[in-house]
Structures are given as structure tokens and as C-alpha cells.
């Protein structure tokens, strides 16, 4: 019976159980494993995402990489990407100190910085401005945050294509009133009112505090199972260029301020790549057999 390592990671953290919980497998380069057996370990494992990685190369700098959800292989993930590159590039200590992903988003380029933080470049997702908001956009607001907003509080609504992501800039509202808010006490409703197919609804706004410029908080409208995303690296490539775009922001340090909380630096070195660096913590390794 085949078995295979397994690595449970909390991706953009310092501290264990915080952050975003991914699994991690590792399949050797002279082995195989199909796609339903990935399916079914992302599902027995039941994390918000699941990374299955194999060395296409001798060298072991190019490697393979897919992501599965509990219930769907995924198109894009960032925290898992995170973890993947945190396992080959601090746990099994590859003798290189850069690799690059084979993924259905493209090549990902992942390296190992200096403080042992993995460092990844993932293309950029510029969002665009919906200038007239339909109402069902305002009532979703609503259905998220349960109550309408402080009176100095204002929303601007973006939608980035690429994503296929709905971005809420608010603004008038500080860091504590933002982490407080109560925003899924109708997501049934606003699940409802999206029956747009838009994959994601990013809430993000600019921080007061001296060491943060941005906070986030992200909910995963098609996914019932996990309607707010603890840390999400795809977010960011859409507030990044968002925030470059408005305020003039080439380095941006994030906070996701959800319930487990995680942060990120994100650099924008043009105007098609997006630099994510953050931290990892492995809880779990272990052996799975298939």
C-alpha cells in the first residue's frame, strides 16, 4: 500500500493555530498518485485546502503542484502555495533556496528569505471600479455586516476579473470597529443575492495602526462549509494593485483580521507581478497510505 508524507501548515504565521491551515503532501518523483485519491485525502482531511506537490525535475527546482478543497480541485490558492513552499524549502531543506510551481495558474515562483519567511511571486489581479452599484450590491453589504455602517463610514465596490472577486473598500471606520464587525450573520441571504458566480467577497480597508497599511477580512460565498477565509494569499493580488492604484503603495504590510488573524508583506515590483512574503508553522507531519 503506497503511502505518502503529510505535513498539516499554518500558512501566515508566526504562532501555532493561527493563520490558514493547509495540508501538504509530498509525492516522490518515481511515484504517482490520481486525482481522486487527492479528492478523497482533501476530504478525509477536511482543511480548507489541501497541496499535493511532486519533483518534476532531478534537480528538484521544478515541482508540480495541484490544490483541492474538501468537496473540488481549486484553481488558485495562495496560504496552500505558501505551505507547499514552506515544507520543500524549510522542513526537507532542498538544497535549492528557490523552486517554481507547475500549476493550473501558471508558473508560481517560490524562495526561501532570510528570516526562513517563503517568498512568492503570483501574477496580479487588478480590480476595476463598478461605478453605480446595483442595489444588490448594497443589500448584500447589509446581509454581511448584519447592521448598517457608522455614518462616517462609506463602501466603493470594485470587481476583478481575473479573480472573478468582488472587492468592498471601506473607508471611515478604524482598525477595531473593522475587526468587530459582524459580517456573516445573514450569509445565506447574501450567498442568495450573489447568484452572480463571483467566487469571493473581499472587505478590505486601510489600517491606523503605524506597523499595518491594509486589513482584510474575506468570505468564500460559494463555500458553505468555510464562509470566511482566515488568511487569503489570492486576496491580497487584487488589494495590491488596488492600493498602489489609490494611495500610492508599492509595499504593502497586511493584516487579515479574521478569527485565527494573518499577515503578509506584498511587494508590486510591475505592473503584472504581485510579491507575497509571510511565514508558516508546521502543527502535523505524518504518513498517509493510499
Not at 490520481?34 to 521544478?62: C, G, H, R, W, Y
Amino acid at each position: 500500500m503506497p503511502s505518502f508524507e503529510i505535513y498539516v501548515v499554518d500558512a501566515f504565521t508566526t504562532a501555532r493555530f493561527g493563520g490558514n491551515a493547509a495540508a501538504v503532501v509530498v509525492i516522490p518523483h518515481d511515484k504517482d498518485m490520481d486525482e481522486s485519491t487527492m479528492q478523497s485525502i482533501a476530504s478525509e482531511v477536511n482543511l480548507p485546502m489541501s497541496a499535493f506537490v511532486k519533483a518534476q525535475t532531478s534537480d528538484q527546482a521544478l515541482y508540480k503542484l495541484l490544490w483541492f478543497n474538501p468537496t473540488a480541485k481549486a484553481a488558485f490558492c495562495g496560504h496552500a502555495t505558501l505551505a507547499a513552499g514552506h515544507v520543500l524549502l524549510n522542513i526537507l531543506k532542498l538544497p535549492a533556496t528557490s523552486i517554481q510551481f507547475d500549476s493550473p495558474a501558471g508558473v508560481l515562483n517560490a524562495r526561501k528569505g532570510s528570516a526562513d519567511e517563503i517568498v512568492l511571486q503570483f501574477p496580479s489581479s487588478p480590480p476595476t471600479a463598478v461605478t453605480e452599484p446595483p442595489s444588490a450590491y448594497r443589500t448584500m453589504l447589509h446581509a454581511f455586516t448584519g447592521l448598517p455602517l457608522a455614518e462616517t463610514a462609506t463602501a466603493v465596490f470594485y470587481y476583478a476579473p481575473r479573480a472573478n472577486d468582488l472587492v468592498i473598500l471601506l473607508d471611515g471606520i478604524d482598525d477595531a470597529e473593522f475587526a468587530a464587525l459582524d459580517f456573516a450573520p445573514s450569509a445565506d441571504a447574501a450567498r442568495e443575492i450573489l447568484a452572480l458566480n463571483m467566487r469571493t467577497a473581499v472587505f478590505v480597508a486601510r489600517s491606523q495602526r503605524d506597523d499595518t497599511d491594509s486589513i482584510a477580512r474575506v468570505f468564500h460565498i460559494n463555500n458553505p462549509g468555510f464562509d470566511e477565509d482566515q488568511v487569503t494569499g489570492s486576496a491580497h493580488t487584487i488589494i495590491a494593485p488596488l492600493f498602489s492604484s489609490l494611495f500610492g503603495m508599492q509595499r504593502i504590510r497586511a493584516h487579515q483580521c479574521s478569527r485565527r488573524g494573518g499577515r503578509m508583506l506584498i511587494e508590486l515590483p510591475g505592473s503584472d507581478t504581485v510579491v507575497i512574503s509571510g511565514n508558516a508553522v508546521t502543527v502535523i507531519q505524518g504518513n498517509i497510505s493510499t
